[in-house]
């Protein structure tokens, strides 16, 4: 044998002993399937609908007039989830690397909690007085008494840029004030100190999490803040409808639809974790503008709801001025310019679904202005007090 084949041979020995690769074995794995970011806000979108919806429904249409207790009693449940996601879930590991000591929660937690709890209680007297959809139209103002409360608090600094900006939002929410046929001032008065405490308690957790020692997700924030909320509700309810609530009323409305309404509202809270997570806080902004919206044409087709053309300009004001603020021109054009290219290309690749898209939207629109714009032509006619007078002149008294 040459030494060429014994170089030859050697070689394939060498190969032949190295390890193989079973491609049986080392298969790559399939990517784990991931829902699509739209489920998230889906999901979102009609849990925080019908936390208010359902609210609406238990204070409103089937008569339980205590708030604070729907309100404690929501907190208690979240305080007790909360505790046992903590427990059995990874959930609110969160937790873990933030930094609570007895002072901070005094000095820190506590008053958070104080105001939580005062917004809590006054966004749910509100529902007695006030339909949803002025309700939510009112809750346009929030950025606005969010921007003044931290001028306030000194967590930023006077802008008059700024303040012009959210004065839009102000004249639009004005604007739908004046055009609102049922407007209850002891209502309204309840919703702007609902606004004005979650103000105040926003821009104290800002200050807060300004630390990154203390960065808490929205479930994390709900561990420490729900017992002290549900203590301060309780004492308040204790003094305040406890006193005037009788066990028929609990009966009457069900322990069922209590259950089901507090497991609503503590899943609302995971929700905004999964869809801050999976998308941004951006996206969370938005969603909650079309929220909004649905709400108000909810209000609308649940109770009948008169809404009026002054109103729908009016929010549309407020709603432009929020998103300008929130997002600045430049965001919002190219949001916008991307929006277009979507919709050209939608219109090519399905241009039937497009002509269809704009005609029901298009009935929609007509149907909402009509609806209300109706009631403020002809408020108080009645058709049969016309039918018998025209019957009288002409001389028939029955048909």
Not at 5 to 22: C, F, M
Not at 264 to 280: E, P
Request: glycine share 8%; charged share 15%; net charge positive.
């Amino acid at each position: 044998m040459g030494v060429d084949e014994k170089i030859r041979a050697s070689g394939e020995q060498v190969r032949d002993s190295l390890p193989t690769v079973n491609p049986d074995v080392e298969k790559s794995q399939p990517p784990k399937p991931s829902l699509h970011p739209a489920f998230y806000v889906t999901i979102w979108i009609s849990l925080s609908s019908s936390v208010i919806l359902f609210n609406k429904y238990i204070l409103s249409s089937l008569g339980f007039e205590y708030p604070v207790i729907l309100t404690t009693f929501h907190l208690v449940f979240a305080t007790i989830m909360t505790q046992l996601l903590a427990r059995y879930t990874t959930l609110l590991d969160g937790r873990k690397t933030v930094k609570m000591t007895g002072r901070v929660y005094l000095r820190a937690i506590v008053p958070i909690g104080f105001f939580f709890s005062l917004s809590l209680i006054c966004g749910n007297l509100t529902y007695l007085y006030l339909s949803v959809a002025f309700i939510q139209m009112l809750k346009a103002t929030t950025p606005v008494f969010v921007l003044f409360s931290s001028w306030a608090l000194g967590v930023s600094q006077p802008n008059l840029k700024v303040f012009l900006n959210v004065s839009v939002i102000v004249l639009g929410v004005v604007i739908a004030s004046i055009g609102e046929i049922k407007f209850v001032w002891i209502g309204f008065i309840y919703q702007i100190f609902g606004i004005a405490f979650e103000a105040l308690r926003l821009t104290m957790v800002q200050r807060l999490l300004s630390s990154a020692e203390f960065k808490m997700d929205p479930l994390v924030s709900l561990y420490y803040f729900a017992p002290v909320c549900a203590a301060m509700n309780f004492v308040v309810a204790l003094f305040w409808e406890f006193p005037k609530l009788s066990m028929q009323e609990v009966y009457d409305i069900g322990f069922m639809t209590f259950l089901l309404n507090g497991l609503c509202a503590f899943a609302l809270n995971v929700s905004v974790v999964f869809l801050i997570g999976k998308t941004s806080s951006l996206v969370l902004t938005l969603c909650g503008v079309l929220k909004d919206v649905l709400l108000v044409v909810a209000s609308m087709i649940i109770w009948g709801t008169q809404v009026t053309g002054l109103q729908f300009f009016g929010y549309s004001i407020a709603l432009g001025g929020m998103v300008y603020y929130k997002l600045g021109y430049e965001a919002i054009k190219g949001y916008a310019g991307e929006a277009g290219r979507q919709w050209a290309d939608f219109g090519n690749r399905r241009p039937i679904l497009r002509r269809i898209s704009i005609m029901l939207f298009t009935v929609m629109t007509i149907f909402v202005l009509l609806g209300g714009l109706a009631p403020t032509y002809a408020p108080g006619m009645d058709p049969t007090e016309y039918l018998n007078e025209a019957k009288n002149k002409i001389g028939i008294t029955r048909l």
